[in-house]
């Protein structure tokens, strides 16, 4: 003989679902405790409520174990013997239990009934400890927040992005519409982050090409022309047609500088571009880009040609040639320097001798490092363009001449107004070698080295005698 215990709960449009749990025990518990058999969630029933038995001759005994009543057929009993096939009716706070013969079976049908009072006696514990009648509905409360979540990040941003929109930099204090920013700007940009209308210009449009034009003018261009660029990435496919629809009715053209050159992904050194990005174009980049005369590159860590970086094969003049060459090739650039940056940087050379020399006033070490020449930009992230007077004059003088105090200079970078100086300066009435400048900056050090430049600049000049000279 087994106990089954059958379960009824009704939905809210009426329909009963029946669960049943065979217990094969000859004792089980009734109870608002998880642990009874015959658990019952309502207040009015004791965690251990009473116990069902059975007897050797098939009848069972309802026993309360808590010392509260129950009913049997609407009669308050402390215990009562049950003859199963007979039938009975039991009651326990609002639930009813009916007990039925099966078979060898006792079969317990559990069922939740609506309470004759308001009291806490008859009331079930979910409903005694709900706030259902202290808050608004649910769909009032849905819609409160979404109104809360428009007002304080669609409405309030905005609000905030048109107030601030003229202002070229912000006080340090919350603005809403940085809640929109996806992350810190990176250090090349880190001088922007007080004024975010310097790259968005109007609400709601995504970073135009014009905008990062204005700055980068001057780096950009080694980019092909966005025509060319858009035919080698070629037409969009399946899903992608789609998002490019999207991307074209939000204002956000293909093609554009951001698409490759994210922000917004922390501080730091702008994040390089994924290699997906890459690929997308230069993979199979010759059968939609028919004249191009790059090679294709799906993969630029295993599948990509040999760099061929462009070398100065003739330098000098205002039409230098440069040539694209093979690194299997070994190219060496042809720059002409007289003294490139091996010989400034050597530890032995006479430039580290005169960087030593100078090392008092201008803060060299034992041999002269790229900081000595090369200044970071504000942001430290590039170099400063090398200066001549700020950077190069220190050692390499450009004085020839002293008149009255003054010190006559070259001016660098015209070669042709050097030339025309030079040989002024030799056909005058008294030529003599250059000036010695004593201490002064522009100096090299040691009188040897005055006699090679004077001699280096009579054979520079073609010098030719006046009736003065003769």
């Known amino acids: 003989m087994t106990f089954i215990v059958r379960q009824i709960a009704t939905t809210a449009d009426g329909r009963e679902i029946i669960r049943s749990n065979p217990f094969p025990s000859d004792e ?5 405790s998880t642990t009874n058999a015959i658990h019952l969630p309502d207040l009015a029933v004791n965690p251990d409520h009473a116990v069902i038995r059975k007897r050797d001759d ?23 013997t049950v003859e199963p096939a007979a039938g009975a009716e039991l009651g326990f706070g609002g639930h009813v239990i009916v007990v039925s ?3 060898d079976d006792i079969v317990l049908t ?3 009934v609506e309470a004759l009072s308001d009291s806490a006696q008859t009331r079930s514990e979910s409903t005694i400890y709900t706030l259902k009648g202290l808050l608004p509905g649910k769909r009032l409360t849905a819609w409160g927040f979404v109104a809360l979540v ?15 929109r003229s202002v070229d930099e912000r006080p340090d204090e919350f603005h809403a519409d940085t809640m929109w920013s996806s992350g810190a ?19 709601f449009v995504t970073v135009k090409d014009e905008t990062c034009m204005t700055c980068h003018e001057d780096d950009a261009h080694d980019h092909a022309a966005k025509p060319r660029l858009l035919t080698a990435r070629g037409a969009p496919e399946g899903f992608d047609k789609i998002g490019a629809a999207f991307a074209s009715a939000f204002n956000k053209p293909p093609g554009r500088c951001v698409e490759c050159h994210s922000e917004h992904e922390g501080s730091g050194a702008m994040e390089p571009t994924a290699q997906k990005f890459c690929a997308d174009c230069h993979n199979g980049m010759d059968a939609r880009l028919t004249d191009t005369k790059l090679e294709n590159a799906s993969d630029f860590g295993i599948e990509h040609p040999q760099f061929r970086p462009a070398v100065l094969i003739s330098p000098g003049g205002k039409n230098p040639v440069r040539k694209r060459v093979s690194l299997d090739d070994k190219p060496t650039d042809n720059n002409g320097l007289k003294f490139p940056h091996d010989v400034h940087l050597s530890r032995t050379g006479g430039v580290a001798q005169m960087g030593r020399r100078l090392s008092k006033e201008y803060g060299f070490g034992s041999a002269l490092a790229c900081k000595d020449c090369h200044t970071p930009d504000p942001n430290g992230v590039r170099f400063e363009p090398v200066d001549m007077q700020e950077d190069c004059s220190m050692c390499h003088s450009l004085a020839y001449d002293e008149i009255g105090g003054t010190i006559r200079t070259l001016r ?3 070669p042709e107004m050097v030339q025309a100086d030079i040989r002024a300066y030799y056909r005058s009435t008294r030529p003599t070698r250059p000036i010695n400048l004593g201490g002064m900056k522009r100096r090299r050090p040691g009188n040897i080295n005055e006699v090679r430049v004077a001699s280096d600049y009579a054979r520079a000049v073609k010098f030719r005698p006046t009736r003065a000279n003769l």
């Open 28 to 32: 089980i518990g009734i109870g608002r």
């Open 58 to 80: 098939g009848q069972i005994i309802v026993e309360s174990t808590s010392g509260q009543n129950f009913t049997l057929d609407g009669k308050q009993r402390i215990s009562v």
């Open 101 to 103: 013969e099966e078979g």
């Open 110 to 112: 559990v069922k939740r």
């Open 150 to 164: 428009l007002a304080a990040f669609l409405v309030w941003p905005i609000y905030t992005w048109s107030t601030w």
């Open 185 to 203: 700007l990176s250090s090349a940009h880190h001088g922007l982050e007080k004024d975010c209308q310097a790259c968005h210009v109007d609400a």
């Open 412 to 414: 660098h970078g015209e």
